[in-house]
């Protein structure tokens, strides 16, 4: 397996992550109670933030690649950009739902819940999809020399959730995900 495609797969485990505690958070909405909003909002800021400027990019020049290499074997993954539209489109959605709580702006809090399962259901059907289709058909059409330019144009694109700048933005945001991941593992032992 190529480092591109690790690193991609790293960064989906990482949204997965994300995603896991915003239906966290989402539960205690449900139940009435008052998630941690400013957590809530950290990861929002995140979504908005790094898929489109780092992560997307990325997908994007394998599959220009593989488009060029291999037409029919893209034309099975669709239109890509497109569906990185429509994610976007969602997740500005979802977003804005947050701001309207979050401003007391008249929202039923079923509505508010609705927006955010599908935001987490189509972030989901969509990884799952280049997981399943996107990564191993280009893992498979593309050569050692698509690879080794991808990954020199990519040299500057990290994660800001590993990243150095990480406890100014999302430190509060990590220390949530390490605190569930801690949570899960004293359930799985006893």
Known sequence: MTYVIEVLRQEHRNIEKLLQVLEQELSVFDRGDRPEYEVIVRMFDYFQGYPDSCHHPKEHMIFDKLKSRNPAAAEKMGDLR??????????????????????????????????????????????????????????????????????????????PLNGPDLEQKFGMLRRKILEMEAEAEAERLT
């Open 82 to 159: 497109a569906e990185h539209g429509e994610e976007a489109s969602r997740l500005r959605h979802a977003a804005q739902a947050i701001d309207r709580v979050l401003g007391d702006q008249d929202l039923l809090r079923e509505t508010v819940g609705d927006i955010i399962r599908d935001f987490i259901a189509h972030e989901r059907k969509h990884m799952n999809k280049e997981e399943l289709i996107f990564f191993p058909t280009a893992l498979h059409a593309l050569q050692s020399t698509d690879w080794a330019d991808i990954a020199l144009k990519l040299a500057d694109h990290h994660d």
